[in-house]
């Protein structure tokens, strides 16, 4: 009998069948970070990972709000997909070889650019991570920051000590208690938490970026049909920003002679179908969410209070690295 590895299993290709038969697609977000996927006094979510997963149920079901949201932590996250416990993993989860290659998991796609800083406080006086050696670093465990972190220090040859701690919440909370001199996460993490802290405006993020996260939606091995569904989803809002296609507008737009409009909204071709869905399932994610542009802008950007700026989220097209496959 062959040995089964955890998590290598395929998934039986109906994901899909699963999620019309239930009607609403459950979906793996983080316990709670400001901007990303957070969760009001009256258990009402929000945040750019959360709107990914109302792009996707829209898209199906015709309907954003057919999600039910499980709040995962860094270390359970992988298994809560593996299991089947959720059909789509959209919680600030950086895609590497290994969580592909030995998790069974497939990264549908690049949601956010992302990369790891530093934040400390401003009367330090220290202005570049190169001065931080020596200083204790508060972290997250079961995440890509904990080997960065070391990488980092190891190559600069600077001494670390580092204060690993199970959630974010008490990384955060110990860096506030002064457990230790600096706290490092992604860096768009970093502008949620310092939010939290007792005097938000004495701290700073230091310039240096030390790695690549690229952040997205994640998803079983084994159901194609899935994988696929969920990566043009996201490649469908993106692509609407690029064409100028928003949220109030969408209609609008249907009637363009645009030829690429056109394939996107349904108004030509058969890709709706060709994915399981219906011809206008690209127009419902947009109408339900916004596009990309919407997204970010509202959950993260200059509409939020995090306020962070575009960036290599920008559009290729405006200055950053942000590009969608055609629909055609």
């Known amino acids: 009998m062959a040995m089964i590895v955890a998590g290598s299993h395929p998934a039986s290709a109906q994901t899909l069948r699963t999620v019309k038969e239930r009607g609403s697609l459950n979906c793996g977000v983080s316990q709670g970070l400001l901007g990303f996927s957070s969760m009001d006094d009256k258990s009402n979510w929000s945040g750019f990972d959360v709107d990914i997963c109302r792009a996707v ?50 990264f549908a796609g690049i949601a956010y650019y992302d990369g790891q800083g530093f934040l400390l406080r401003r009367d330090t006086g ?90 997205g939606p994640a998803v079983r091995q084994g159901d194609d049909q899935w994988f696929n569904l969920v990566k043009w989803t996201l490649y469908a809002v993106i692509n609407a920003e690029e064409l100028g296609v928003k949220s109030a507008t969408v209609d609008d737009a249907a009637k363009s002679q645009n ?30 969410v916004g596009n990309y542009g919407e997204i970010y802008e509202r959950n993260v950007g200059t509409q939020s209070k995090l306020s962070i700026p575009r960036g290599l989220n920008g559009l290729w097209t405006q200055g950053g690295i942000q590009y969608a496959p055609p629909v055609r």
């Open 57 to 106: 149920a829209a898209a199906i079901l015709g309907d954003p709000a057919k999600v039910t949201f499980t709040p995962l932590d860094a270390t359970s996250r992988f298994a809560a997909l593996q299991s089947g416990k959720i059909d789509l993993l959209s919680r600030n989860s950086t895609w590497t070889m290994s969580r592909e290659s030995s998790l069974g998991l497939m």
């Open 126 to 215: 220290i202005d570049t991570a190169l001065q931080l050696g020596g200083k204790t670093v508060c972290t997250q465990t079961g995440t890509t920051s904990e080997l960065n972190l070391t990488d980092y220090f190891r190559t600069k040859d600077m001494a670390l000590k580092v204060l690993a701690l199970d959630t974010a919440e008490e990384s955060r909370k110990a860096y506030d208690d002064r457990k230790c001199d600096v706290l490092t996460s992604d860096v768009s993490q970093l502008y949620a938490e310092r939010l939290k802290l007792s005097a938000p405006d004495s701290h700073i993020i230091l310039p240096e970026v030390i790695s690549k996260e690229p952040l």
């Open 259 to 288: 030829p690429d409009i056109r394939r996107l909204l349904g108004g030509e071709g058969e890709f709706g179908e060709q994915l399981g869905l219906t011809k206008d399932w690209a127009a419902r994610a947009v109408r339900a």
